[in-house]
């Protein structure tokens, strides 16, 4: 079975730029979360989604950041304009109701 | 709230020792408890979960933790460790009731296998 497909697996932009991150979740979860891993804050959930219906986006950090699901399999997480502080790896994980999440292998991003 | 402390950030065995690494929970409601794993440049893979019932768990990779309530922990072991164990393990937390059912992770423990 395909698990969580995230692209691009690396990003390396200038400040200032768009960036956007994608995930294609597992078939048949219903939810989906976002979250960024770095040295500093550890792992946090930016932003997650039940039903492609956001349901908590308290952990995204500014108005920089939006995030989309427009199916069941497909969602994307954006950054816009980019600063060198986003520089993280970018986690998207699925979940078929109470089961536990399955992650992807991440967005190594780097902001210059 | 929902709060996981791991004990430890980093912690080094040798090969064929016993692996420990402490988490302790805070919840205000019964709580469901889970062991990631995470190698390199890699997502983070389940280890093994608590949900109800009995309260040692058994997972993949020859790893198991206990759920102890009364001492709100939920420390994962391994009676012999493999070099192939070196990684991060993360404990995390669940709400598992409601619409906030979403995960609270530690920071992690790194662990070291060494011959």
């Known amino acids: 079975d395909a698990g969580v497909i995230q692209s691009p697996r690396h990003e390396v932009t200038e400040m200032g730029q768009e960036v956007t991150l994608r995930c294609k979740p597992i078939s048949g979860h219903d939810y989906l979360f976002w979250y960024r891993q770095t040295m500093m804050r550890g792992l946090e959930l930016l932003i997650y989604f039940n039903n492609n219906v956001p349901i908590d986006d308290s952990g995204m950090p500014e108005d920089r950041f939006s995030a989309k699901m427009p199916n069941a399999s497909f969602s994307t997480l954006k950054i816009q304009p980019s600063e060198p502080r986003d520089s993280a790896v970018y986690f998207c994980a699925s979940r078929a109701g109470n089961q536990p999440q399955h992650f992807g292998d991440g967005t190594r991003l780097s902001i210059l | 709230a929902q709060s996981v402390t791991q004990l430890g950030s980093h912690v080094s065995v040798s090969e064929g020792a016993l692996v420990l690494l402490r988490c302790n929970y805070s919840?205000?409601?019964?709580?469901?408890l889970f062991w990631y794993v995470q190698y390199p440049n890699q997502g983070l893979q389940l280890l093994l979960k608590?949900?109800?019932?009995?309260?040692l768990v058994k997972g993949i990779n020859g790893f198991e933790a206990e759920f102890k309530k009364s001492e709100t922990s939920f420390h994962l072991t391994k009676p012999s460790a493999h070099m192939s164990d070196a990684a991060e393990y993360f404990c995390?937390?669940?709400?598992?009731?409601?619409?906030?059912?979403?995960?609270?992770f530690g920071t992690g423990t790194r662990l070291q296998v060494t011959l």
């Open positions: 919840s205000s409601v019964p709580p469901y």
């Open positions: 608590y949900t109800t019932g009995a309260t």
């Open positions: 995390a937390v669940s709400d598992h009731g409601g619409t906030a059912s979403k995960l609270t």
